[in-house]
Nanobody, 114 residues
Framework: QVHLVESGGGLVQPGGSLRLSCAVS????????MGWYRQVPGKERESVAI???????NYADSVKGRFTISRDDAKNTVYLQMNSLKPEDTAIYYC????????WGQGIQVTVSS
């Protein structure tokens, strides 16, 4: 089994910052792609940022220049640094990895509000 545990979410004012972390544990050989997705009620889950095992990154247009994804393979952890947060960034954020299969975390709430 593979387990993903997100942390670092919460309530922040517009313009503020948060850093999400996702720790991966369990039985897997290596992790290829790690990523962050988000979902709001009534909408489909969307990709926010992904990072390959070679460090190549891809971001949604809506977060480019504000969010930064990184990974620490020694710790099997992926991070999402979110700066200049906007109310429209409010969502449940999910961590995901592609290893021998595709795995998801349970999700963590991020609320941007004054």
């Amino acid at each position: 089994q593979v387990h993903l545990v997100e942390s670092g979410g919460g309530l922040v004012q517009p313009g503020g910052s948060l850093r999400l972390s996702c720790a991966v544990s369990g039985n897997f050989f290596s992790i290829n792609v790690m990523g962050w997705y988000r979902q709001v009620p009534g909408k489909e889950r969307e990709s926010v940022a992904i990072i390959s095992r070679f460090g190549r990154t891809n971001y949604a247009d809506s977060v480019k220049g504000r969010f930064t994804i990184s990974r620490d393979d020694a710790k099997n952890t992926v991070y999402l640094q979110m700066n200049s947060l906007k109310p429209e960034d409010t969502a449940i954020y999910y961590c995901s990895i592609e290893a021998t299969d595709h795995y998801w975390g349970q999700g963590i709430q991020v609320t941007v509000s004054s």
